[in-house]
């Protein structure tokens, strides 16, 4: 039996990877934290509370990290726990360096002081800095970091710490750097859960002005199952591109919303771009796939069809939900 600390447990991914890995790895032990931020939801984790020990707790607390690797014989970290809004980071960034540097690296430390036989860092492809909308290449795990936003670089700041503590004190560490997400249970302040619930409700989609940016998009599952896969598979020390080499733009996905709900392309308005904002993110997966043998197994269309029926059949999570962001996408105008 296997026990794993899961912290920022309550979030979209964190939540998703409990429930995978309590149906595929049913006798091990999960221990669940999260600070319950704005964006971390109890509610995500109703359905398998029986099986998993929450604990409302910020990474930041040493004593209360400490205490918990000691007292459940943690032997896994996943370290999900992170603020992650890129418009948020703009209006307020000391909240970003604090939580994911600081918060990563008091981790790092009790994980170090206690002993445990894996850290893992789950990372972004924003750290990587934009790519040009032509460009024929991608992010390899060799590529240098060259984060353009509070939240990219507060990210940066954190990988970086957990290559130190692997260098300097043996840490056995892993990092996965993953492309854009989506799936159920993902706060509405980002972009597809953000275009269904407003098309849902008759609200216009707001789409940045420059609609051609792209993102590489990625079923939260086949990231947990990447993830599944590093954690017993990977080698120390490494660190695992986790991308599904399919782009889309911001129009395509507001397209394919409105369509899937028969909603007319009206509902779509044009909002100014927030500064620094990034053009393009692509990944190079083939470490992954060659070396652990992993694959994504939820195509676009699919996982995009499933997601739009989840929010549709889902609004007593979502409603709820609303307004409780406090991203403003034009603090940063006049």
């Known amino acids: 039996m296997t026990t794993l600390l899961v912290t920022g447990a309550a979030g979209f991914i964190g939540s ?20 319950l931020t704005y964006a971390g939801c109890r509610e995500n984790l109703v359905d398998v509370q029986s099986g998993i020990t929450f604990v409302h707790g910020d990474i930041r607390d040493r004593e209360l ?14 370290n999900f726990a992170a603020e992650s809004h890129n418009s948020l980071a703009i209006i307020r960034p000391g909240d970003f360096f604090s939580t994911n540097v600081m918060g ?30 032509d460009d024929p290449g991608a992010f390899t795990e060799d590529s240098p970091y060259l984060p353009r936003t509070p939240y990219n670089a507060a990210k940066a700041g954190s990988d970086h710490a957990v290559r130190s503590y692997g260098y300097t004190y043996g840490l056995p560490i892993t990092i996965t ?37 792209r993102r590489e998009w990625l079923h939260v599952v ?25 782009e889309a733009d911001i129009e395509t996905i507001a397209d394919l919303i409105l ?26 997966s083939g470490k992954l796939r060659t070396a652990l043998g992993w694959e994504p197994r939820i195509s676009f269309a699919d996982g995009m069809k499933a997601t739009i029926a989840w929010y549709r059949d889902n609004e007593a999570w979502w409603r709820p939900l609303l307004g409780r962001s406090p991203v403003s996408e034009t603090a940063w105008q006049g």
């Open 222 to 246: 086949d990231h947990c199952r990447a993830i599944e896969a590093v954690l017993e598979r990977g080698t120390v020390g490494e660190t695992y591109h986790v991308g599904s080499g399919i």
């Open 104 to 133: 990563t690296q008091n981790l790092l430390e009790a994980a170090r002081t206690v002993g445990v036989a894996r850290f893992h860092q789950i990372s972004t492809c924003e750290v990587y800095g934009d790519m040009a909308l």
């Open 65 to 78: 990290i400490e205490g918990l690797l000691r007292e459940h014989r943690v032997d896994i970290v996943v």
């Open 177 to 213: 750097n993953c492309s854009n997400n989506y799936g159920p249970f993902q706060f509405p302040e980002k972009v597809i859960p953000l275009f269904v619930t407003r098309a849902l409700q008759g609200e216009s989609l707001p789409l940045y002005a420059s609609t051609k940016n």
């Open 16 to 35: 998703n990877f409990v429930r995978y890995w309590l149906g595929t790895h049913p006798g091990d032990r999960l221990v669940a934290l999260d600070a």
């Open 259 to 284: 369509s899937e709900l028969g909603l007319p392309a009206s509902l779509k308005t044009i909002v100014p771009d927030r500064p620094s904002h990034d053009r393009r993110y692509l990944l190079d």
